[in-house]
């Protein structure tokens, strides 16, 4: 069983950054790959960025390279750093972990999940 814990979340202005965490109980974090969802209101759960179990392999949905996610497996926490942040990011962002050392960008693959954190990105 492994339990993520999501924090860093919050209200900041379009431009602003943040950096998300999720830390992970259990002995096996470095044996997962990990990923970032997000839901905004009315909206279906959709794709962030993953990244494999070594960190050497990240997918990301945002293609102007806002985003960035990484991992520290010696202290079993991956990292969002959000940069230019506009008001359409806003969303609960949750932290999820596949039993699979290859990321995938779909959320059924995962079989963990956080219980999620805010971000709101005001105009």
């Known amino acids: 069983q492994v339990q993520l814990v999501e924090s860093g979340g919050g209200l900041v202005q379009a431009g602003d950054s943040l950096r998300l965490s999720c830390a992970a109980s259990?002995?096996?974090?470095?044996?997962?790959?990990m990923g970032w969802f997000r839901q905004a209101p009315g909206k279906e759960r959709e794709f962030v960025a993953a990244?494999?179990?070594?960190?050497?392999?990240t997918n990301y949905a945002d293609s102007e390279g806002r985003f960035t996610i990484s991992r520290d497996n010696a202290k079993n926490t991956m990292y969002l750093q959000m940069n230019s942040l506009k008001p359409e990011d806003t969303a609960v962002y949750y932290c999820?972990?596949?039993?699979?050392?290859?990321?995938?960008?779909?959320?059924?693959?995962?079989?963990?999940w956080g219980q999620g954190t805010q971000v709101t990105v005001s105009s």
């Open positions: 999820a972990a596949a039993k699979t050392r290859y990321s995938s960008t779909y959320p059924g693959q995962y079989d963990y």
């Open positions: 259990g002995r096996t974090f470095s044996s997962f790959a």
């Open positions: 990244i494999n179990w070594s960190g050497a392999r």
